[in-house]
């Protein structure tokens, strides 16, 4: 199979519209790469494309990849969206892809009710185009294309119901989607708050693995003076601790859904190299892997 990464930062992106901190900074001067937010598409083929979240950011990440321009009349290459949670960061790109005659979109029955009866993104849409739902059951298998099969997996998570509608079990889920063609797996798992053994069985011997890396530290943001939070309470296992669970495993490692403060952004710092030292990777936009 084939993926692209659309988006490798976090919510806000990176620079971050209102962020000074030094990874923003440098990313305006220009000594390191800008990141929209968090998605990626993958494909059997390079013709059929299935999108993985959907950003804020939904069209520039299209533009900037000619494999999902449209190739007729209103067709296009992305056939359907699949969602991790019910995060804006993951979720408004849906209201920018509105002029679909039907948009055909994969979420648990958790995440479907946060965003009809919470943040109403799914109201809102389906006032302009139709929304074909079909619900995710963890550990139910998935059928994206010919060859092309995958199941959801449950990612526990104690961050706060924001629309206090979303509770329960499906609230964040992680992928594994299996080419029969090729025997790869790849695991999408942007959003991790502890390696549980349910998670860590999901990701073990997969061939690559896209997993959370937002924050370096657990009182990143906290320290910064920039959140009262910290990285694991937001729902986030800070990549230092991460590491740990994921060493040595003979899979390719990449950190997606990068915070804008993250240190390992910039390349050269103490924790970039720890990441480098583990064989990890991080994503930058753009990056594409064969799996």
Not at 78 to 93: K, R, S
Not at 183 to 196: A, D, E, K
Not at 269 to 277: C, D, G, I, K, N
């Amino acid at each position: 199979m084939f993926v692209r990464v659309l988006g490798s930062a976090a919510g806000g992106g990176s620079p971050q519209w209102n962020c000074g901190c030094r990874v923003c900074t440098d990313v305006r001067a220009g000594a390191a790469p800008p990141r929209t937010q968090s998605s990626i598409v993958v494909s059997p083929d390079r013709k059929r494309w299935f999108l993985f979240n959907a950003s804020p950011d939904v069209l520039s990440q299209f533009a900037a990849f000619p494999e999902l321009w449209p190739r007729g009349s209103r067709e296009s290459p992305v056939e359907a969206v699949f969602l991790t949670d019910a995060e804006l960061d993951h979720t408004l790109g849906l209201l920018l892809l509105r002029e679909a005659p039907a948009l055909r979109l994969y979420a648990t029955a958790t995440v479907h009710k946060t965003l009809s009866d919470g943040s109403g993104v799914l109201t809102l849409l389906q006032r302009y185009c139709q929304v074909e739902w079909t619900p995710v059951v963890t550990g139910a298998p998935l059928v994206l294309s010919e060859g092309l099969t995958g199941r959801a997996f449950e990612v526990k998570t104690s961050k706060r119901d924001r629309f206090g509608v979303g509770g329960g079990a499906g609230r964040v889920v992680g992928y594994r989607i299996s080419d029969a063609r090729t025997g790869g797996t790849l695991v999408y798992l942007p959003g991790v708050q502890h390696f549980t053994p349910e998670v860590r069985a999901a990701i073990a011997g997969c061939t690559c693995l896209l997993v959370d890396g937002t924050c370096w530290s657990d009182d990143e943001l906290v320290r910064l003076g920039l959140a009262a939070k910290t990285s694991r309470q937001m729902g986030h296992s800070p990549v230092e601790e991460s590491l740990q669970h994921l060493a040595g495993a003979g899979r390719r490692t990449i950190f997606v859904h990068l915070n804008n403060t993250n240190p390992i952004l910039l390349e050269g710092t103490p924790q970039r190299l720890a990441v480098e030292r583990a064989g990890a990777e991080v994503a930058v936009d753009g990056l594409e892997v064969e799996v």
